[in-house]
């Protein structure tokens, strides 16, 4: 299994530049997470989603879209990057099966906007 | 609301010296509680859940519902130790989503 994979790993973007970020998982998870890592801030939720073909506000959404129409697939995007989104973008996930719910994270993504 | 506090941003031990990271919590109902721990540039990963009453790399932690607290505890630090450690919280109620503290960079010198 390979857990909870990211794409990209790294991405520099210019501000007003849009991209999308992928998380995967072959877990058969139903639960997804998209967070965002900030020095001194912790990770904080942006999206998530409890099934297929269904997505929910987290802590800090504004400023992102998230779509998740395959159970496998979650994916996160930025429709007009800002500075203020430069971050580590973490995904997680959990399910049925997982002890406690506990959440399985992905390596990461490091975003970085100009 | 709930919510998770590290009071210590920072954490520097000697090996062989114990180490504690302090976590508090507000949640008036039954929360699971979690320590990750996230090596240098790594993504996090599961340390010890409260429910299990483990020790994992040397590493405990217990529940105190009355001074809600899941403080966690090594009595001999080691170099390896040093990374990233987050409490954090979540409830079946509220879809499993974790709630972080700010976190605690541990340091452990020689």
């Known amino acids: 299994n390979a857990g909870v994979t990211q794409t990209p790993k790294f991405r520099v973007l210019k501000t007003g530049q849009s991209m999308t970020l992928l998380c995967a998982q072959d877990m058969n998870h139903e639960y997804m997470y998209w967070y965002r890592q900030d020095p001194g801030m912790g990770l904080r939720l942006i999206h998530y989603?409890?099934?297929?073909?269904?997505?929910a506000k987290g802590e800090v959404p504004d400023g992102y879209n998230v779509s998740r129409l395959k159970k496998q697939n979650f994916l996160l995007g930025l429709e007009s990057a800002a500075p203020s989104q430069t971050s580590v973008y973490f995904c997680a996930s959990t399910g049925q099966g997982v002890p406690t719910y506990e959440q399985y994270f992905g390596p990461g993504t490091r975003l970085t906007v100009t | 609301a709930q919510r998770v506090t590290q009071p210590e941003k920072l954490l520097s031990v000697f090996k062989g010296a114990p180490v504690e990271l302090k976590c508090n919590y507000s949640?008036?109902?039954?929360?699971?509680l979690f320590w990750y721990v996230q090596y240098s540039r790594q993504r996090l990963q599961l340390l010890l859940r409260h429910i299990s009453r483990e020790s994992i790399k040397g590493f405990t932690a217990d529940l105190n519902k009355g001074e809600t607290s899941f403080h966690l505890k090594k009595p001999f630090a080691q170099e390896e130790d040093s990374a990233m450690y987050y409490c954090a919280l979540s409830r079946r109620s509220n879809d499993y989503k974790l709630s972080f503290g700010a976190g605690t960079t541990v340091t452990v010198r020689a």
């Open positions: 989603s409890v099934g297929e073909g269904t997505t």
């Open positions: 949640y008036s109902g039954s929360p699971e």
